[in-house]
């Protein structure tokens, strides 16, 4: 079992950076897949950006290039550093964990966190 809490969503300006951090709990972090999604208002969720468990990565094309996806073992921590933000990218961002090697734009997750804000404004 996982337990996975977001931080560090707020309200920006289009071209600023935000970085969102995700804590897990539990002592075997390191074997899971982990993933960020978004949803915006009247739209389904969608991935964003997924690190496996031996640290390759994955991204939705709408973000290739802009955000960073990382993860730190030893802080149980999935961190999206997010750059040259956009209107467009308004949205709450869940993290997502999955036991084992999964990218997760193919595989469901296993579990989710609560999500978190982000808001930019044009």
């Known amino acids: 079992q996982v337990q996975l809490a977001e931080s560090g969503g707020g309200l920006v300006q289009a071209g600023d950076s935000l970085r969102l951090s995700c804590a897990a709990s539990?002592?075997?972090?390191?074997?899971?897949?982990l993933g960020w999604f978004r949803q915006a208002p009247g739209k389904e969720r969608e991935f964003v950006a997924s690190?496996?468990?031996?640290?390759?990565?994955s991204y939705a094309d709408s973000v290739t290039g802009r955000f960073t996806i990382s993860r730190d073992n030893l802080k149980n921590t999935v961190y999206l550093q997010m750059n040259s933000l956009k209107p467009e990218d308004t949205a709450v961002y869940s993290c997502?964990?999955?036991?084992?090697?999964?990218?997760?734009?193919?595989?469901?997750?296993?579990?989710w966190g609560q999500g978190t804000q982000v808001t930019v404004s044009s």
């Open positions: 997502a964990a999955r036991n084992g090697w999964y990218n997760l734009r193919n595989y469901e997750p296993e579990y």
């Open positions: 539990g002592r075997t972090f390191g074997r899971y897949s």
């Open positions: 690190i496996t468990s031996s640290v390759t990565t």
